[in-house]
């Protein structure tokens, strides 16, 4: 086997990271993370994929040409003060001589944090590169005729990858990246624009179906909407099923839109729309719980324990099926938060 192209850390290996992941290591790229204190089920994906481990952060960045990070919006400022801290390490655990370690930050972010986070590395390691950027679209997969199908990373900020020393043109090719602009904020912008649409949606039919099923009218609402409306019933439908594995993720990415309307938009407190209205039912669809990891495949399944939730009752394990409704998974809920 010819020697890798790069290596490259990943910060963490989640359902995004770990298609990554694979996808670089189907193209020549080692990959690298630390899943130090992490889960059981994080340790068994990681070690299920080949992915090679390192026991710190200061191991990672010695070994790395390359660090992704790929976190929940929330964790996205700890996640570069870990490698802030790891470069500042003594000894120090790159040379001064060699080439640069890039920090591309794809996590759902508004520009300002972006902007935030690249001031930090600027004044404390002055020597790495940061990239900003975000991710459109699912995890990397291999399609039927053997061919990736990748999402969309556009990418921004005076550094671009293409022209990083360690094949930064293939790296750039490879993960699907887009260069839109020399402005760090401009790739989170277009990430937190692009979010707003399909996020907003989801956050919108959770409100509409909650409420129809709580006046018992859901069953007739989606008739009509099939009727008259099938492509919004069925986006909304898409979106509500899709969502409980991920809610948890988005109400800081809600607030992370929030403010980039808010400030780049020039919406002002206006574009905390997304921030303060609709941030509420994701956080109410965060505290239902699937009976098993597997996605809900009706949105009534989501609508009434989402009701309920925000009733702060319980949810039956079977909840009783409409004529109307069409078979689907069902949920649970936990206490709320």
Known sequence: MSAPLANVGILSIGSMGLGIAKLLQAHNYRVFTNIANRSSATQARVS???????????????????ILSIVPPRD?????????????????????????????DLNAISPSTARAINA???????????????????PPSVASDSTWKRPGIPISGP????????????????????????????????????????????????QSFSTASSLEVLPH??????EYSP????????????????????????????????????????G???????????????RVRLRSRKRGTAAHAVALP?????????????PPRHPLHPPGGYYRVQRPL
């Open 76 to 104: 996205a400022v700890v996640t570069a003060g870990r490698i802030i801290s790891a470069l500042n390490a003594s000894p120090a655990p790159r040379p001064t001589s060699g080439h640069p370690l890039y920090f591309l």
């Open 221 to 226: 609402m989606q008739k009509y909407l099939e």
């Open 159 to 206: 550094h671009a990858l293409t022209a990083a020393p360690v094949n930064g043109k293939h790296l750039a090719d490879t993960l699907n990246t887009e260069y839109v602009s020399p402005t760090i904020g401009s790739a989170s912008g277009l990430k937190c624009c692009f979010a707003s649409i399909n996020k907003g949606i989801a956050a919108l039919a959770l």
């Open 306 to 318: 989402s009701r309920r939730s925000l009733q702060g009752a319980a949810v039956p394990a079977i």
């Open 48 to 66: 299920s994929a080949s992915i090679s481990l390192v026991n710190t952060d200061t191991e990672l960045v010695a070994q790395c040409d390359y």
């Open 120 to 138: 930090t590395f600027e004044s404390q390691t002055p020597a790495l590169r940061f990239v900003d950027g975000g991710i459109i679209g699912g």
């Open 272 to 286: 905390q729309v997304f921030g303060k209205r609709r941030r509420a039912p994701l956080r109410a669809l965060h």
């Open 231 to 270: 492509a919004v019933g069925q986006l909304a439908a898409r979106g509500l099923v899709g969502c409980p594995p991920k809610a948890y993720r988005w109400v800081e990415e809600m607030n992370q839109i929030g403010l980039c309307f808010e400030e780049e938009g020039g919406w002002g407190a206006q």
